[in-house]
T-cell receptor
Framework: ETGVTQSPTHLIKTRGQQVTLRCSSQSGHNTVSWYQQALGQGPQFIFQYYREEENGRGNFPPRFSGLQFPNYSSELNVNALELDDSALYLC?????????????FGPGTRLTVL | SQQGEEDPQALSIQEGENATMNCSYKTSINNLQWYRQNSGRGLVHLILIRSNEREKHSGRLRVTLDTSKKSSSLLITASRAADTASYFCATDDTGGGNKLTFGTGTQLKVEL
C-alpha cells in the first residue's frame, strides 16, 4: 500500500451539483497529480500541482479545478456535474515534478453522477 | 485522449505460464512506465524504462522498448493467480507538460 489516501471512497451526486474530492500525499512528496478513469479505460490526466501551483493541465474544462495546500494535500473540485463525469478519480503523489520519479497512486474515489 | 493501445485487450493464462502484453504509442517519449491495477482501484508502479534503454528486468518482469516502432512489451514470467489485474503502459511524452499518458490497458487473468 502507498501512503496516499483519498476521500471519500464513493460518492453519488446528481447533474448540476458540485463535488470536492480530497487527497493526502505521501510524506515527503510535494507534487500531486489528478487523473480521471472512466470504466474500461486508462486514466486521463486532469492536472498537476507542484508546491501549491498548478503545473500542467490536461484536456479538461475549467469546471475542473484544484488546490494544493501547504502540507501538499490536494483537492479536486468539479462544478456543474455532468453524467459523463462518472468515473474513478485517482490522485498520485511524487517527490517532484520529474515524471521519472515514481508516482504513488491512492485508491481512488468513485463518483457516480445521476 | 489515450496515447495508444495495449494488445491484447484481455489475456487468460494458466498459473506458471508466461504473459506478454504489448503497448504502442504515438509520440516521442522521455520514458515509458508500466502499472498494475487491481479491481478498479489505485495503480501500482511496476517498472520504468528510459527512451535510451532497450530492455529492463525487475524480478519476474521484463520490459522491452523499441522507440523506432514506438512500442513496448511487458513479460511476466511464471505467472501467479495474484498477478490477475489490469496492466497499463504510460508514457512521459517529450514536451508533454508534466503528465503521464496512459494506454487502454490489458486485463490479465491467471487461472489456477
Amino acid at each position: 500500500e502507498t501512503g496516499v489516501t483519498q476521500s471519500p471512497t464513493h460518492l453519488i451526486k446528481t447533474r448540476g451539483q458540485q463535488v470536492t474530492l480530497r487527497c493526502s500525499s505521501q510524506s515527503g512528496h510535494n507534487t500531486v497529480s489528478w487523473y480521471q478513469q472512466a470504466l474500461g479505460q486508462g486514466p486521463q490526466f486532469i492536472f498537476q500541482y507542484y508546491r501549491e501551483e498548478e503545473n500542467g493541465r490536461g484536456n479538461f474544462p475549467p469546471r475542473f479545478s484544484g488546490l494544493q495546500f501547504p502540507n501538499y494535500s490536494s483537492e479536486l473540485n468539479v462544478n456543474a456535474l455532468e453524467l459523463d463525469d462518472s468515473a474513478l478519480y485517482l490522485c498520485a503523489s511524487s517527490r517532484g515534478q520529474d515524471l521519472s520519479d515514481t508516482q504513488y497512486f491512492g485508491p481512488g474515489t468513485r463518483l457516480t453522477v445521476l | 485522449s489515450q496515447q495508444g493501445e495495449e494488445d491484447p485487450q484481455a489475456l487468460s493464462i494458466q498459473e506458471g505460464e508466461n504473459a506478454t502484453m504489448n503497448c504502442s504509442y504515438k509520440t516521442s517519449i522521455n520514458n515509458l512506465q508500466w502499472y498494475r491495477q487491481n479491481s478498479g482501484r489505485g495503480l501500482v508502479h511496476l517498472i520504468l524504462i528510459r527512451s535510451n534503454e532497450r530492455e529492463k528486468h525487475s524480478g519476474r518482469l521484463r520490459v522491452t522498448l523499441d522507440t523506432s516502432k514506438k512500442s513496448s512489451s511487458l513479460l511476466i514470467t511464471a505467472s501467479r493467480a495474484a498477478d490477475t489485474a489490469s496492466y497499463f503502459c504510460a508514457t512521459d511524452d517529450t514536451g508533454g507538460g508534466n503528465k503521464l499518458t496512459f494506454g487502454t490497458g490489458t486485463q490479465l487473468k491467471v487461472e489456477l
